[in-house]
């Protein structure tokens, strides 16, 4: 995720109106430091997911704009934490306003702004687009939920089979999204095949997290292995439709230039 260091770099800064609040003298001060504190936290978390949704958004080829722009939320409690931070060591609002404004610029000038439009939907039937949208935010869903169940198994190896299941999945996610129309063909791999898989990668760190059964582990990536295998049959042959279909519409305005009596070249 790009921007990953500087989120980072904005959650430590928000320890340094803590430090604040353990120095100053005084309830006032001590609410004023704990207040921004938070408030840097919380605009460093909301810049995070913005930055998710953003990079989400950047990598399908038919995305809606986020609903939330988390980024620009992100910068305005970003400039009221530090402009109520500079409250507790400057005299008048003023000051701490100017501080506010300047810090939500650079936070602007940082990470960007969310995106603001829609993508790839022009000149589409947005009814099947929004299905479409829908299925595959579905689909991401159940694979981040894979992704992590996963982690509790604290097995490297099958972390790395997950990643690669997941990796054939989101390309034919970009092949549904390259035509919409394939949405229904797909629709059992994007949804209960992923369902499915989402469960057993749970259930399956949970209990090799307690035991370490080697054959459980076994089983598990044999079935990784075989929806791999589905996921990319599958892929190969909406690809070879989407073929067909295109040498048909090349086909039928051939034919409808030869009844025109235009020359056609071979």
């Known amino acids: 995720?790009?921007?990953?260091?500087?989120?980072?770099?904005?959650?430590?800064?928000?320890?340094?109106?803590?430090?604040?609040?353990?120095?100053?003298?005084?309830?006032?001060?001590?609410?004023?430091?704990?207040?921004?504190?938070?408030?840097?936290?919380?605009?460093a978390v909301l810049t995070r997911e913005g930055l998710k949704a953003e990079a989400a958004w950047a990598e399908r080829k038919i995305a809606r704009r986020p609903a939330l722009p988390r980024k620009l939320l992100g910068a305005g409690i970003m400039g009221f934490g530090v402009g109520f931070a500079?409250?507790?060591?400057?005299?008048?609002?003023?000051?701490?306003?100017?501080?506010?404004?300047?810090?939500?610029?650079?936070?602007?000038?940082?990470?960007?702004?969310?995106?603001?439009?829609?993508?790839?939907?022009?000149?589409?039937?947005?009814?099947?687009?929004?299905?479409?949208?829908?299925?595959?935010?579905?689909?991401?869903?159940?694979?981040?939920?894979?992704?992590?169940?996963?982690?509790?198994?604290?097995?490297?190896?099958?972390?790395?089979?997950?990643?690669?299941?997941?990796?054939?999945?989101?390309?034919?996610?970009?092949?549904?999204?390259?035509?919409?129309?394939d949405l229904s063909a797909a629709r059992k791999y994007l949804g209960v095949y992923l369902m499915a898989a989402r469960d057993a990668a749970a259930k399956f760190a949970d209990l090799y997290a307690q035991t370490r059964d080697a054959k459980a582990k076994a089983d598990f990536f044999e079935l990784l292995d075989e929806l791999e295998r589905g996921f990319d049959a599958k892929r190969e042959t909406l690809l070879i439709t989407d073929r067909t279909d295109l040498e048909v519409e090349i086909e039928v305005l051939r034919d409808r230039l030869k009844r025109d009596g235009l020359p056609m070249g071979e």
């Open 86 to 181: 500079t409250m507790s060591g400057l005299s008048g609002l003023f000051p701490a306003i100017v501080y506010g404004l300047v810090a939500a610029g650079l936070h602007v000038a940082a990470f960007g702004s969310d995106p603001m439009r829609d993508k790839g939907i022009e000149g589409i039937d947005t009814w099947q687009t929004d299905r479409v949208a829908r299925t595959i935010e579905e689909a991401e869903a159940h694979l981040s939920a894979m992704e992590d169940a996963v982690l509790r198994a604290r097995d490297r190896e099958a972390e790395t089979r997950v990643e690669r299941l997941a990796a054939k999945a989101r390309a034919m996610f970009r092949t549904v999204e390259d035509d919409p129309r």
């Open 1 to 43: 995720m790009p921007g990953r260091a500087r989120v980072q770099i904005l959650m430590a800064l928000s320890v340094v109106p803590v430090i604040s609040a353990l120095w100053s003298g005084g309830a006032v001060p001590l609410a004023i430091n704990l207040i921004s504190a938070a408030a840097i936290f919380g605009a």
